[in-house]
């Protein structure tokens, strides 16, 4: 069992970038595929990327690809999501989630989900 919590949000401008961070509680980090989801005001929690239990493999939802990217630290047990040229469409709540499924886009195959944190990018 995890226990995923975010960390890194804020306010940035369109344009710039931040780095968020999720830290996990437990000793089997690396027997669980990581994903980020994120949810705007009003609309679905969505698929943003996710990351294999080694790290080898990463997988991106079409809106981010080629600016995001996700990574994780077993030693740490920690995963990263690296945010660059923000766009105002970004904004919302980001969500950490640990699974059984590498590279799923399924909520409902991730088991632990962290509170969140939010990113606002301003225009």
């Known amino acids: 069992q995890v226990q995923p919590v975010e960390s890194g949000g804020g306010l940035v401008q369109a344009g710039g970038s931040l780095r968020l961070s999720c830290a996990t509680s437990?000793?089997?980090?690396?027997?669980?595929?990581m994903g980020w989801f994120r949810q705007a005001p009003g609309k679905e929690r969505e698929f943003v990327a996710a990351i294999s239990y080694g790290g080898s493999v990463t997988y991106y939802g079409d809106s981010v690809k080629g600016r995001f990217t996700i990574s994780r630290d077993n030693t740490k047990n920690t995963v990263y999501l690296q945010m660059n040229s923000l766009k105002p469409e970004d904004t919302a709540v980001y969500y950490c989630?640990?699974?059984?499924?590498?590279?799923?886009?399924?909520?409902?195959?991730?088991?632990?989900w962290g509170q969140g944190t939010q990113v606002t990018v301003s225009s």
């Open positions: 989630a640990a699974g059984r499924y590498s590279g799923s886009r399924r909520l409902n195959e991730y088991d632990y």
């Open positions: 437990g000793r089997t980090f690396s027997s669980y595929a």
